[in-house]
């Protein structure tokens, strides 16, 4: 079996890096590293409250339709991205308050 290609995250302010499967949700990436991962939908891309920004946005793929309607919808920064929906690719730097 191949192993899979792990991708290291590094959350800020905290610091804390964590190394996990590329294709992993940087919402799930958080909860690996202990860190507050408010998701009020459960991921489904609804409530806007995992709004993060991306320190290194060339590691995660451009948000999608739905992402940039839930953006707008709850009134998020459109530069920022939801954590539920980044897909992670490649290392990553990301900040959000409490991580
Ligand atoms: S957890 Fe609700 S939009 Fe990400």
């Known amino acids: 079996m191949m192993p899979s290609v792990q991708v290291e995250v590094r ?3 905290s610091g804390r890096t964590v190394r996990v499967a590329r294709g992993t949700t940087l919402l799930e990436a958080a909860r690996v590293a202990g860190l507050p991962a408010a998701r009020a939908c459960g991921g489904d891309l609804l409530c806007g409250k995992c709004a993060c920004t ?4 060339g590691a995660a793929e451009a948000a999608g339709a739905a992402e940039r ?5 709850n009134r998020v920064d459109p530069g920022k991205r939801l954590a539920c929906a980044v897909r992670l690719e490649g290392d990553l730097e990301a900040s959000a308050p409490g991580w």
């Open 69 to 73: 309607r839930t953006l707008a919808r």
């Open 11 to 13: 959350f800020r302010p």
């Open 54 to 57: 991306l320190e290194s946005p």
